[in-house]
C-alpha cells in the first residue's frame, strides 16, 4: 500500500490510529474543552507529522456526555449512545481547528451525517486523504449504539490498515493493578492479548479488545500528557505498554 512519500524511513510506525479520550481534553477542568490541553496536543501531533507519519485520530465524548450515565440516570440508552456521538463530533471539531491553527492540513469524518461540518466516513477517501498528508479525525463513533469509542478506534485501524492503535491515556502504561490506588504495581513493557485476558486487566471493551487481537493489530498504552511521548514511541523508543500478539 502507498504511503505518504515524506515518511521518514526511520520511523517505527508509518500509518498510527491515536485514541484520545474525551476526559483528556478536559485538561485541569471538571469538563468540555480545555484549549490549552488542546494546543498542547497538537504540538505533539505536529511533531509527528512533520515526519511524514500518516495520522488518524479517534476521540471519545465523555468530556461533554457519556450515554451510559445517562442511562443510569434513567435516560433512554439508544438515546443517551447518540448524544455521546454528537459529543465526540464536538471534541474532533476541537481538534481540527487546533490542528489546522498548527499549519496541519486536516480532514473529519463522521459515521453519522453531518455534511454541513465534516465528510461522511468513506474507507478509501480517508486512505487516500492519509496517503496525501492530511490528518483525519473519525467522529461519532461507529454510528451505532452501544459501542464505544475504543471499538471505533480499533474499527477504523484495522479498516485503514494502520499499523498500530496507538491509546493516550492518564497512565504511563498497563499495570498489574490500578497504580493511582496501588502502590505495589508494577507496569507491564510488553504484554500478550492473551495474557491480558487471561490476567483481567482492564486496557479497552472486550469488543475493541477482541476485534485488535483478531487483526493482529497491536495496541500501544501510553501517557498522553507527556511531552514528547507520541514522538518517541513513533520513532520505536520503549515508552508505555504493548499489547501484540
Same mark, same amino acid.
Given at each position: 500500500?502507498?504511503?505518504?512519500? +515524506? ?10 490510529? =491515536?485514541? %484520545? ?14 484549549? %490549552? ?48 456521538? =454528537? ?7 476541537? %481538534? ?8 496541519? @492540513? ?31 479525525? #473519525?467522529?461519532?463513533? *461507529?454510528?451505532?449504539?452501544? #459501542? *464505544? *469509542? ?15 492503535? =496507538? ?5 504511563? /502504561? ?13 507496569? #507491564?513493557?510488553?504484554?500478550? #492479548? ?15 479488545? *477482541? %476485534?485488535? @487481537?483478531? +487483526? ?13 511521548? =507520541? ?8 515508552? /508505555? ?5
Amino acid at each position: 500500500m502507498p504511503r505518504h512519500p +515524506n515518511c521518514n524511513p526511520l520511523m517505527k510506525y508509518k500509518r498510527i490510529l =491515536l485514541k %484520545l479520550s474525551g476526559e483528556a481534553l478536559m485538561g485541569d477542568r471538571q469538563y468540555g474543552i480545555d484549549p %490549552l490541553r488542546l494546543a498542547e496536543y497538537a504540538d505533539d501531533i505536529k511533531k509527528v507529522h512533520d515526519l511524514g507519519v500518516e495520522i488518524a485520530i479517534v476521540i471519545g465524548g465523555g468530556n461533554i456526555f457519556r450515554g451510559v450515565a445517562g442511562a443510569s440516570n434513567g435516560m433512554d440508552r439508544v438515546q443517551g449512545d447518540y448524544m455521546g456521538m =454528537l459529543a465526540t463530533v464536538i471534541n474532533g471539531m476541537a %481538534l481540527q481547528g487546533a490542528l489546522e491553527d498548527k499549519g496541519m @492540513q486536516t480532514r473529519l469524518q463522521t459515521a453519522l451525517k453531518i455534511e454541513a461540518i465534516a465528510e461522511p466516513y468513506i474507507k478509501r477517501r480517508a486512505v487516500r486523504h492519509l496517503e496525501k498528508g492530511r490528518i483525519v479525525i #473519525f467522529g461519532a463513533g *461507529t454510528g451505532n449504539p452501544y #459501542f *464505544t *469509542t475504543d471499538t471505533a478506534a480499533v474499527l477504523r485501524g484495522v479498516e485503514i490498515h494502520a499499523d498500530v492503535i =496507538l491509546k493516550g491515556t492518564r497512565v504511563d /502504561g498497563i499495570y498489574t493493578a490500578d497504580p493511582e490506588k496501588d502502590p505495589n504495581a508494577v507496569k #507491564f513493557e510488553h504484554i500478550t #492479548f492473551e495474557d491480558v485476558l487471561s490476567k483481567g486487566l482492564n486496557v479497552m471493551d472486550t469488543t475493541a479488545f *477482541t %476485534l485488535s @487481537q483478531e +487483526n493482529r493489530l497491536p495496541i500501544v498504552v501510553f501517557d498522553m500528557n507527556k511531552k514528547d511521548n =507520541l514522538l518517541k514511541i513513533c520513532e520505536g523508543s520503549n515508552v /508505555g505498554t504493548v499489547v501484540s500478539i
